[in-house]
């Protein structure tokens, strides 16, 4: 069935479009950009007066415990949630059970996301096997099977020998090592931020340094490997001064931040010990949240990612110290940026597109998405004026965990389009 979007305001910095237009859809992609486009006789027409539309937002860091820990999240629970936070692009990290580090895993993932039929999985192979950080995984059997980033998200690979023969053996592949940077005999038994908030709340402290010293070590073994090189949910100042150098030299370095490192800091956690903002890494300085939001608005920032992170009620309604680290964030991504950064004038829509569309498809080595003719209908409708109240309810995935429960929000995807297919009408889940 076709689909005609009438008068949306269309922004894709790849082409240069910032303005009003037609789009028609037709089958699996774009058929006609155009100021008017007459109303084929059997298309559906949607309304864009007022609205924003983009090409696909794209998460690439999201956990979708599947397979393994299918009482958290599945990937057809997780697309859902995906498709109703204007997703039509997902890259699931591999520390599942068992974890994705041979082409079955991959493959498994793939083919469980075609039959949800919602958004596009795009699987993350495990650089180590088990992420136990002792032996090369299975890379080029995943890379076969589709895996388009390689990652030991969740532990950070220990021993600078062997991620530097992970770095050099993925670069033959031209795919990005995507480095989660925890030194752990830093941070071992750290729970929150070390300084202020971990006296304060009198818990162990996880500094700075933990994760600043491996962005150090990874970028040195970039430079070494000529392995491109991404730095996941960075979240201190000082670490995003050492990827702006890096950028600066001329490396294949980029980096994610989350809207929760963003948008939340370490005086946010009172001695209410909501365990909804125990993360990883913990939630940082308020200054390292300003230096990130410069970061995303500057372009030293490439991506903003979500670190999704379903858990059960069990795994967070308990002490600080034994809850589970981790916040759900597909569906409050899109509509915090809008309410705390665009609707500020602080970012405009274009940025917007480039570090929640455009350029996480070029760190993934994605075909590019465009509004133009010929190119694939993946595609984002957005009212920058829908109120979003942040409740459990208003979730579609399995677990509730967020770190924004209670918030207000101006702006949310009202459709989605994957293949031509509308996976999400009017706001509701197809």
């Known amino acids: 069935m076709p689909y005609l979007i009438k008068g949306a305001h269309v922004v894709d910095p790849q082409r240069g479009l910032d303005e009003t237009l037609d789009v028609l859809i037709e089958g699996a992609t774009i058929a006609q950009v155009a100021a008017k486009i007459e109303v084929p006789a059997d298309a559906t027409v949607i309304d864009g007066a007022g609205k924003y539309l983009l090409p696909g937002l794209v998460d690439m860091h999201v956990h979708f415990r599947d397979p393994g820990f299918e009482y958290k999240?599945?990937?057809?629970?997780?697309?859902?949630?995906?498709a109703h936070g204007g997703f039509t692009d997902v890259a699931t990290m591999p520390n599942t059970d068992p974890v994705t580090d041979t082409g079955a895993e991959v493959r498994y993932q793939i083919d469980h996301g075609r039959s949800a039929g919602l958004v596009h999985i795009r699987p993350i192979g495990a650089l180590t096997r088990g992420e136990k950080g002792e032996a090369l995984s299975e890379i080029g059997d995943m890379v076969m099977e589709g895996a388009c980033a390689f990652s030991d998200d969740g532990h950070g690979v220990q021993s600078a020998g062997m991620m530097r023969t992970c770095m050099a053996y993925v670069s033959q592949f031209d795919k990005v090592a995507i480095a989660h940077c925890e030194v752990e005999s830093l941070t071992a038994n750290g729970t929150i931020n070390e300084g202020r908030a971990s006296t304060r709340l009198g818990m162990f402290g996880w500094p700075a340094l933990g994760e600043e010293l491996?962005?150090?070590r990874d970028i040195e073994l970039c430079k070494l490997t000529g392995c491109a090189l991404h730095i996941a949910h960075i979240s201190t100042e000082r670490g995003l001064g050492l990827v702006k150098a890096a950028k600066a030299a001329g490396l294949p370095v980029t980096c994610e931040a989350t809207p929760h490192h963003l948008f939340l800091d370490e005086d946010d956690i009172t001695d209410a010990y909501n365990t909804n903002l125990k993360m990883n890494?913990?939630?940082?300085?308020?200054?390292?949240?300003?230096a990130l939001r410069r970061g995303i608005i500057d372009g030293t920032i490439d991506c903003l990612v979500t670190d999704h992170a379903p858990h059960a009620i069990h795994e967070k309604d308990c002490e600080w110290e034994i809850a589970f680290f981790g916040t759900i964030g597909l569906e409050t991504a899109l509509p915090l940026m809008l309410t705390k950064l665009v609707r500020t004038g602080e970012m405009s829509w274009s940025r917007l597109a480039e570090v929640m569309a455009v350029n996480p498809r070029k760190v993934l080595r994605l075909a590019p998405v465009t509004i133009a003719a010929g190119s694939a209908a993946d595609l984002t409708l957005v009212d920058?004026?829908?109120?979003?109240e942040v409740t459990e309810d208003w979730f579609q995935g399995k677990s509730k965990n967020s770190a924004f429960l209670g918030e207000t929000l101006a702006g949310a995807a009202t459709d989605v389009f994957v293949d031509g297919k509308r996976t999400l009408i009017d706001g509701v889940v197809a």
């Open 73 to 82: 999240e599945t990937i057809a629970t997780g697309s859902r949630a995906a």
């Open 214 to 216: 491996e962005i150090m």
């Open 384 to 388: 920058p004026e829908k109120a979003v």
């Open 281 to 290: 890494p913990p939630l940082r300085l308020p200054s390292d949240a300003a």
